[in-house]
């Protein structure tokens, strides 16, 4: 066994977050009597994407985001809307939204057999907190780090230590960190000194400068590098 822990990010990399995106944002116009067509969906993305970006980097506060990316939204569809209540009816639908992506709740039982598993995210907790403890794979998780919560945020490496500290302070030799995201969940487990493992189901290129321990585009492939070999292979697994 190479690893006694495994950390994993949430959306993107357990949670389907592209669909639940979609599900909360069209409820939403629908609850404030807006009216949406399929153009605002790519729109949102870009704009949300970015907002986080822009909070990863200190660049702006968790709170703050929660409006402004849909004060944002309505000003580039030139609508007059409240992205304050649009905000909270948002969050309320997404935090409903459990979809997991394909193979998630296989490898978390798989892997809760034999490691202890926590979560480590940059979500928001009103979001996060109902979600999680509604879907199917909740109850396999030792700890919850939400970064709303703690009020430091993925890649800082005080976020990682705070987790180890809930922990127990394992080795980090015996510690694994899971994302889709290079810049917060990889970025911020090399910065903590863990091994990383690149979730990159689209076979995206590596814009970034941080190199990932290991680099895998399904989730079963976890089986291998955690409970495998002493030393399993390393780079991309295919």
Avoid at 54 to 75: C, N, S
Wanted: net charge negative; charged share 25%; with cysteine.
């Amino acid at each position: 066994m190479r690893y006694d822990w495994v950390f994993f990010d949430a959306d993107g990399t357990l949670f389907d977050y592209d669909a639940g995106e979609a599900a909360a944002l069209e409820g939403a116009f629908t609850a404030c009597d807006l009216v949406f067509d399929a153009a605002i969906g790519p729109l949102y993305s870009a704009i949300n994407g970015a907002i986080w970006r822009e909070y990863e980097l200190g660049q702006i506060t968790q709170a703050e985001l929660k409006a402004e990316r849909f004060r944002r939204l309505f000003a580039e569809l030139g609508m007059t809307a409240d992205p304050e209540e649009f905000s909270r009816r948002y969050l309320e639908i997404l935090g409903r939204q459990t979809a997991l992506l394909d193979g998630a709740e296989e490898i978390v039982a798989a892997l809760a057999e034999d490691v202890d598993l926590l979560l480590i995210t940059n979500g928001l907790a009103g979001v996060q907190r109902p979600r999680f403890a509604a879907s199917t794979i909740g109850g396999f998780f030792a700890e919850i780090v939400i970064s709303e919560e703690v009020g430091i945020a993925k890649p800082d490496p005080a976020i990682f230590d705070l987790a180890f500290h809930r922990i127990g302070r394992p080795a980090k030799e015996r510690v694994l960190m899971v994302g889709d995201n290079l810049g917060s969940d990889i970025q911020g487990g090399v910065n903590h000194g863990i091994d990383t493992c690149w979730f990159n189901p689209s076979g995206a290129a590596n814009g970034h400068c941080v190199e990932p321990t290991f680099e895998i585009d399904r989730l079963e492939q976890l089986g291998d590098i955690v409970v495998g070999s002493p030393e399993p292979h390393r780079g991309r697994l295919r």
